[in-house]
């Protein structure tokens, strides 16, 4: 048992939307580490988390201090993924990452991703507040070029 966040992939995703997601997913993740001191790591809780064209990967830190460990499961999505996933995070820090980068899917992909949690459906709304500005902003400029 633990807290759980899910979705599920209904068809293929959009390869250029994807590298914009990527992006997008880890500007945000910096700025949650930086709002919320809460680092996250790679996909086994050391090192860093991938953030490329074609898959974003990351776990929580597995030993943010020598008693402490933030790491539970891999947050997986990529390119290539299709069908339910989930990752369960027990609520640790990462959780914070995670469901933004679920809003942010939810952006780009739109009927092609559904998204749910063992939670409310906005369990951070400043996060949920600051990534939609985000994506206003993003798209707002991108109107202007």
């Keep these: 048992m633990g807290f759980t966040r899910y979705y599920t992939i209904h068809k293929r995703l959009n390869g250029e939307d994807f590298s914009k997601f990527s992006k997008d997913t880890e500007s945000i993740c910096k700025w949650i580490n930086k709002v919320y001191g809460h680092k996250i790591a790679g996909w086994n809780?050391?090192?860093?988390?991938?953030?490329?064209d074609e898959l974003v990967s990351f776990n929580g830190c597995q030993f943010s201090s020598p008693d402490t460990d933030e790491s539970h499961e891999t947050f997986e999505i990529s390119l290539e993924s299709k069908g339910f996933n989930f990752t369960k995070t027990q609520l640790k820090p990462y959780d914070k990452h995670?469901?933004?980068?679920l809003i942010l899917a939810e952006f780009y992909f739109g009927d092609s991703i559904e998204i749910s949690g063992d939670g409310e459906?906005?369990?951070?709304?400043?996060?949920?507040?600051?990534v939609?500005?985000?994506l206003r902003d993003r798209k707002i400029n991108e109107i202007i070029s």
């Design 132 to 134: 939609k500005s985000f």
């Design 45 to 52: 809780g050391q090192g860093d988390p991938e953030f490329t």
């Design 121 to 130: 459906d906005d369990d951070y709304p400043e996060i949920t507040k600051v």
């Design 98 to 101: 995670v469901f933004a980068t």
